[in-house]
């Protein structure tokens, strides 16, 4: 059985072109909204990818400014100048 990696963002302007860049590159994403955050789960792994993201919001994006919209994460943290990925190490 595969551990659940998890993103908690917050539910506002700033966090939903990262939604959906997960949304996107992440196919086996749930997401679950709920009143000022969205927790998105997923068997084994969640990239979030600095060019989805770009793609979505029309400029430059550091993957580091999602701290700036993070609620919680579940998930050993790898992180580079073109990927956010949570996933579990066995």
């Keep these: ?31 679950l909204n709920m009143p000022g955050a969205v927790k998105l789960d997923c068997d084994g792994k969640i990239t979030v990818r600095r060019a989805s993201v770009e793609e979505r919001i029309g400029r430059s994006w550091d993957p580091q400014e999602i701290q700036l919209v993070l609620v919680s994460m579940a998930g050993n943290l790898n992180e580079d ?9 066995r």
Excluded: G, K
Aim: proline share 5%; hydrophobic share 50%.
């Design 81 to 89: 100048d073109d990927e956010f990925t949570l996933s579990w190490n």
């Design 1 to 31: 059985m595969a551990q659940i990696a998890s993103i908690t963002l917050v539910q506002n302007d700033d966090a939903r072109p990262i939604i959906e860049a997960i949304m996107a590159d992440n196919p086996d994403v749930r997401v």
